[in-house]
């Protein structure tokens, strides 16, 4: 069963190795992160991005980022709980 996680949508992040990523999509079975945007007028909503899927059994490689750009020292954002509801 897939681990529960605590990711909402906008969470700053750091994952490998990307201080400035963000989480930009959430579902039941895995977490979508943003590592990567840059303007660009000539897409539907004028950006571009660089997203990374990222399964279950690598959440714990994801760590939440205070708004500053910094990173807690203890608190990773994963949960090692389990459940699935899908």
């Known amino acids: 069963m897939p681990k529960k996680h605590q990711f909402k949508i906008g969470d700053p ?12 999509f959430v579902c039941s079975d895995y977490i ?9 007028e000539g897409t539907l909503h004028g950006i571009k991005q660089v997203n990374v899927l990222v399964y ?3 959440y714990d490689q ?3 980022r ?4 910094k990173v807690p020292e203890e608190s990773p954002v994963h949960s090692t709980e389990s459940g ?3």
């Open 66 to 69: 205070i708004p500053n750009g």
């Open 32 to 40: 979508v992160v943003c590592t990567h945007e840059w303007p660009d």
């Open 13 to 24: 992040v750091s994952y490998d190795g990307h201080d400035s990523a963000y989480i930009n």
């Open 56 to 58: 279950p059994d690598y």
């Open 84 to 86: 699935h509801t899908g």
């Open 62 to 64: 994801i760590t939440q």
